[in-house]
């Protein structure tokens, strides 16, 4: 599938909605989709296993639905998140739900397993992979990988570390295929100023993290809008995996920001349960993830009111672009 023409009229801004973990259910990726971007979860999100059926199952009809009531509106696809790590003992059951119900955009993590890639386009859907440096981007794309999404410095959960000047200029030295900007992006003109670099599509996640649809703690909210890039740090300590966090979470949860234990790759488990382990699950539950992007957040509106600003703020840095450049 060519993902770029693909979404080029489903989408009124070139986002893809970032799959979260515990906060991603399908009021929040439906709103997403209503509203005009792409809306994606976690397949692990949906338990016991039997739920994501009957969520796909759900999703889709409501769309349809919708899509009749509002002939229209730009309606934009969902995607789903699967973790390609060997402790998530549902991969194959999800993959095989995710054929079943033709997902159209299928989203890899950690790794692109060429079952998963064949397994999609069986029904001519794509995969992207999200990749944090040049290595990981060359051995998905060797996979059979459709795009890439660029997880940068700055991003939300477990983030990379390279600047997205540097990720995006080297892959667009060898793949000219779909690409999906993340890190830092929360405004319009963040999205505009990631196609200027080479990218097809801004990720975005922390945005809708504090949006009313949003399967997230009104705590945890109102903790991403009086918070600013300064008050996020980034740590393997909670999964093994280097991450950024809202600190003021860390602090809450009793532990030192600036004396974290050293937790190492191979303790992550994503087994049935989730992210398993106490450490694990409890770092999911009071440890909240958050990108740098979040010191022009002041509100938790409606995801369609935060998609509107997207598109107007979008617009609005075109166009003064396109003036400065006049």
């Known amino acids: 599938m060519d993902v770029v023409n693909f979404l080029k009229d489903k989408t009124r801004v070139p986002v893809i909605g970032a799959p979260l973990f515990t906060v991603s259910y399908p ?9 005009g971007v ?24 409501e769309l349809q639905e919708f899509r009749k009531e509002n002939p229209d509106a730009v309606i934009a696809p969902y995607a789903v998140n699967q973790i390609c790590h060997h402790s998530n003992n ?29 397994a999609v386009h069986s029904y001519g859907g794509a995969v992207m992979h999200d990749v944090i440096n040049i ?17 940068c410095a ?11 000047f540097a990720l995006v200029r080297e892959v667009r030295e060898f793949f000219d295929g779909p690409v999906a900007l993340s890190g830092s992006i929360s405004h319009g003109a963040s999205v505009l100023s990631a196609q200027a670099m080479g990218a097809d599509f801004a990720y975005i996640g922390t945005r809708f993290i504090a949006t009313q649809e949003a399967n997230a703690s009104q705590g945890y909210k109102d903790m991403i809008v009086d918070s600013q890039a300064n008050d996020i740090m ?23 920001p600036d004396n974290l234990p050293y937790a ?13 382990g106490d450490n694990q699950k409890k770092a999911w539950k009071d440890i909240w ?7 022009n957040l002041h509100n938790v509106p409606t995801v369609k009111e935060a998609v509107d600003a997207l598109v107007e703020e979008y617009e609005e840095a075109k166009k003064a672009l396109s003036s400065k450049s006049a």
Not at 46 to 56: D, G, I, N, Q, V
Not at 135 to 151: C, F, Q, S, T, Y
Not at 289 to 295: E, Y
Request: proline letters at 5%; aromatic letters at 6%; charged letters at 20%.
């Open 135 to 151: 290595r990981h981007a060359k051995k998905a794309i060797d996979e059979g990988a459709d795009g890439l999404i660029l997880v």
């Open 90 to 118: 549902r991969l194959e059951h999800d993959m095989g739900v995710c054929v079943e119900h033709e997902v159209p955009i299928v989203i890899t993590s950690l790794r692109a397993p060429k079952f998963v890639v064949d």
């Open 27 to 35: 009021e929040l990726v439906l709103a997403q989709c209503k509203a």
């Open 264 to 276: 190492d790759k191979h303790d992550m488990n994503f087994g049935s349960s989730g992210a398993g």
């Open 154 to 164: 700055g991003a939300g959960g477990h983030a990379g570390a390279l600047s997205p």
């Open 289 to 295: 993830g958050s990108g740098q992007g979040i010191g």
């Open 38 to 61: 792409v809306g994606s979860f976690p397949a692990l999100n949906a338990r016991p296993e039997e739920k994501l059926s009957e969520w796909l199952t759900m999703m889709k009809k």
């Open 234 to 256: 980034y740590t393997p300590t909670f999964t093994g995996v280097h991450g950024n966090y809202l600190k003021p979470s860390v602090v809450n949860a009793g532990l030192d």
